[in-house]
């Protein structure tokens, strides 16, 4: 089992930067592959950015690159997502998600159900 526990969400205007934090605890923490998801009402959980076990394969949702970037710190078992010139339409709740990809250790999986463990979520809120 794998528990998962975000941080570092809350409301911000548009144009600054937020760092989302999620941290592990559980069985070995470089059997998973991580990823970021969002979710606003009414729609499905989208993949906004994911990392291999070792860090060394990242990808990103479109809406996100250049802006977003995922890394991971094996020794702390964290995940963290630094989010730059935020936009309101980057307001959901952001959940951090963990699966086995010992069978897979270079694949970035961007859909949801492919993921075992996720976090409560934490929210982002952008303000124009």
């Known amino acids: 089992q794998v528990q998962l526990v975000e941080s570092g969400g809350g409301l911000v205007q548009a144009g600054v930067s937020l760092r989302l934090s999620c941290a592990a605890s559980?069985?070995?923490?470089?059997?998973?592959?991580m990823a970021w998801f969002r979710q606003t009402p009414g729609k499905e959980r989208e993949f906004v950015a994911g990392?291999?076990?070792?860090?060394?394969?990242?990808d990103y949702a479109d809406s996100v690159k250049g802006r977003f970037h995922i890394s991971r710190n094996n020794a702390q078992n964290t995940v963290d997502l630094q989010m730059s010139s935020l936009k309101p339409e980057d307001t959901a709740v952001y959940f951090c998600?963990?699966?086995?990809?010992?069978?897979?250790?270079?694949?970035?999986?961007?859909?949801?159900?492919?993921?075992?463990?996720w976090g409560q979520g934490t929210q982002v809120t952008v303000s124009a």
């Open positions: 990392i291999n076990w070792n860090g060394g394969r990242t």
């Open positions: 998600a963990a699966r086995d990809s010992r069978a897979t250790p270079f694949r970035i999986v961007t859909a949801a159900p492919e993921y075992e463990y």
């Open positions: 559980g069985r070995p923490w470089t059997n998973y592959a």
